[in-house]
């Protein structure tokens, strides 16, 4: 079975015979110590002398949690939106009490720049903008350093949802200025579902110590205090499986090292919008921008998409993802982060070109 | 070694074994079938008709999605608290705007329900009330059917912290009117922590319906929609492996049967507290409420209970808890729930009984 959807991914054997290690005290030694081990490896992948703090939840929960810790009901925000899970970013910062303007992209493109500054001069009152680095849902990759530097033209704080990039796209959280950046386990990290990490600047913890939003279990400050001040403990029980699973996963990580990974995942990517292309499909996304981590092809004419998963999936083996929100019944996606290679990828080509002529009706 | 603090607690090895299972789409079949199983097995232990959701988190963020999916700020709640956990929950509802009224009693001592009765009376504009059905940090267990049957003759809403009880003591959710009860995966259920389970009656989606603080993440709405309308999915990527061991777990507890389950942790809460006495040490809780999840412990005279907990850990492999909160140094706590015997409390008495004279100052 390739189970090639943007996430969960598959983990590597090794990865998943971690979690069969019997519980631990989360308030103990060992586990400080893995939290310590987990945290260090993870500011390495983040590229970051700041913060990074792991929660117990998905990558939605981190969103949230970058929200809450940094920001008022009433703030002024920008969302920086091109596709869906930029608009959930918008949706979460809204539920919660924030003012927010919506810059939309059309789907399948980028955000541009300029635009952002324009928008960002038009409302001098703007306190943050929030961007997604990899919109897992149309297959784009932002360019985060050009909107970073517009966004710190105007020393505003940046909020980055680099959920499906982090560890398998380069983003240099320190380099690009990003105050906060998150992401979860099951996307490149090549580890099960259930933890979350974000990573907090200084300019983040100073918006910290103003932000009035309501929060209890994504309190990022209370996280930091119990890995400063009680030898590296969570606030909460944590999902000590899972962590096992990830401390397994980020030794392989470093193992190939992080430039390696990500040269694996360009390959990858590239690998996937040839392959695409060689059998006649046609990409979703303007190429420039196109993902390394998850491709979206564009249901071509006369093919049932539903029908083209499902044959996929239960005659070669291969679980694709369909399109999200609007793009649902309209494209379908392959996701290709984490443990993943070129030769994967071709298999993958290989079920869809037999399978297309199956699903056309 | 002997895990025996409350929560997490040791997984038998099935369950451990369960989660090298791969990873699957979490959009799929397979997963939705997995998701119907198991809320249809914890409804079971429920003991509800009404709705179970179960959530990526810890139990904590269980009670977090109590308070702000049944209440709006500026309600008035009443917290019913006989310990840390009860001032918890408090904690929450008071940070997400509520007007919270608490109600303390002595630590170690019971919830007294005349005294509820006379808060609730001075009171008429209380919506809610939030009790801890069984306090882990003073190994106490409330009279909740008492409690319940209080806050139904004022028609309230009644939010239960049942974390450390539902699956090992008896919590039978409709029968006692419970509107909201949580718990999670890590605590009886033999499971791994990063699952939380909340059940919901008419009156909490009535409740819900109304309530205005900010929710996203835990949605309870969101999740119900989706387990309802989308084939058995969750709103966000559920921790996939966490899943496949709750589902072997609970297949355990439904062949040694629920009524069994409860006698065992019966048994085994009578077994530490005459071992406890049998080597001359005193329980902290009023024994009429004793817990048979958790027993609390005074730290005898002349014992330095850091060095005691250190020696049982690294010469005996017995690990057991500290005090929390303002018990911190005062008591230590054995936790005796889910895959537990009394042979394994006999265990961790006879290494106490010889501890005990090295760890004397």
Same mark, same amino acid.
């Given at each position: 079975?390739?189970?090639? $959807?943007?996430?969960?991914?598959?983990?590597?054997d090794?990865?998943?015979q971690?979690m069969?290690?019997?519980?631990?005290n989360h308030?103990?030694k060992e586990?400080g110590a893995?939290?310590?081990?987990v945290?260090?490896?993870l500011?390495?992948? &983040?590229?970051?002398?700041? @913060?990074v703090?792991?929660? =117990?939840?998905s990558?939605t929960?981190a969103?949230? *949690? *970058?929200?809450?810790?940094t920001?008022?009901?009433?703030d002024?925000v920008?969302?920086?939106s091109i596709?869906d899970?930029?608009d959930? &970013?918008a949706?979460?910062?809204?539920? &919660?009490?924030?003012e927010? +303007?919506?810059?939309?992209?059309e789907w399948?493109?980028?955000a541009?720049?300029?635009?952002?500054?324009?928008?960002?001069?038009?409302?001098?009152a #703007?306190?943050?903008?929030?961007?997604?680095?990899?919109?897992?849902?149309?297959?784009?990759?932002n360019?985060?350093a050009a909107?970073s530097?517009?966004?710190?033209?105007?020393?505003?704080l940046l909020?980055?949802?680099?959920?499906?990039?982090i560890?398998s796209i380069?983003l240099p959280v @320190?380099?690009?200025q990003?105050?906060?950046a998150v992401?979860?386990?099951?996307?490149?990290?090549?580890a099960?579902p259930?933890l979350a990490m974000?990573s907090?600047?200084?300019?983040a913890?100073?918006?910290?110590? +103003?932000a009035k939003?309501?929060?209890f279990?994504? @309190?990022?400050g209370k996280a930091?205090?119990?890995?400063?001040e009680?030898g590296?403990q969570?606030?909460? =029980?944590?999902?000590?499986?899972t962590f096992?699973?990830?401390?397994l996963?980020?030794d392989?990580l470093e193992?190939?090292?992080l430039?390696?990974?990500f040269?694996r995942?360009?390959?990858?990517g590239?690998a996937?919008?040839?392959g $695409?292309r060689?059998?006649?499909l046609?990409?979703?996304?303007?190429?420039?921008? *196109?993902?390394?981590?998850v #491709?979206?092809i564009?249901?071509?004419?006369?093919?049932d998409?539903k029908?083209l998963?499902?044959?996929?999936r239960? @005659?070669?083996?291969?679980?694709?993802a369909?399109?999200?929100g609007?793009?649902?019944?309209? $494209? &379908?996606?392959i996701?290709?982060m984490?443990w993943?290679?070129e030769a994967?990828?071709?298999e993958?080509?290989a079920?869809l +070109?037999?399978a297309?002529?199956?699903a056309r009706?």
């Amino acid at each position: 079975m390739q189970l090639r $959807i943007p996430g969960p991914t598959p983990c590597p054997d090794e990865v998943l015979q971690a979690m069969t290690k019997q519980m631990i005290n989360h308030r103990g030694k060992e586990f400080g110590a893995l939290l310590r081990q987990v945290t260090q490896q993870l500011k390495g992948v &983040f590229q970051t002398k700041g @913060d990074v703090l792991i929660l =117990t939840g998905s990558g939605t929960g981190a969103m949230e *949690a *970058a929200i809450v810790n940094t920001l008022s009901p009433g703030d002024k925000v920008l969302s920086v939106s091109i596709g869906d899970f930029g608009d959930r &970013f918008a949706n979460i910062a809204q539920q &919660f009490g924030a003012e927010v +303007k919506r810059l939309g992209f059309e789907w399948g493109t980028p955000a541009d720049p300029e635009t952002v500054r324009k928008a960002l001069k038009s409302d001098p009152a #703007t306190k943050a903008v929030l961007v997604t680095h990899n919109e897992t849902s149309t297959g784009i990759t932002n360019d985060l350093a050009a909107i970073s530097a517009v966004v710190k033209e105007f020393d505003l704080l940046l909020i980055v949802d680099g959920v499906s990039s982090i560890s398998s796209i380069d983003l240099p959280v @320190d380099d690009w200025q990003v105050d906060v950046a998150v992401t979860a386990s099951q996307k490149g990290w090549m580890a099960p579902p259930g933890l979350a990490m974000v990573s907090m600047s200084q300019k983040a913890w100073q918006a910290y110590a +103003k932000a009035k939003m309501p929060r209890f279990y994504w @309190d990022l400050g209370k996280a930091k205090r119990f890995v400063e001040e009680k030898g590296n403990q969570t606030p909460w =029980t944590p999902a000590v499986s899972t962590f096992y699973a990830l401390a397994l996963a980020l030794d392989m990580l470093e193992r190939e090292t992080l430039s390696k990974v990500f040269a694996r995942h360009v390959r990858v990517g590239k690998a996937a919008r040839e392959g $695409i292309r060689s059998i006649g499909l046609s990409l979703f996304a303007n190429e420039a921008y *196109a993902s390394n981590t998850v #491709t979206a092809i564009k249901g071509p004419e006369g093919v049932d998409l539903k029908k083209l998963l499902q044959l996929l999936r239960e @005659d070669y083996g291969v679980v694709l993802a369909g399109g999200q929100g609007k793009l649902d019944g309209k $494209i &379908f996606r392959i996701g290709h982060m984490g443990w993943v290679t070129e030769a994967d990828i071709g298999e993958v080509v290989a079920a869809l +070109k037999a399978a297309l002529p199956q699903a056309r009706s």
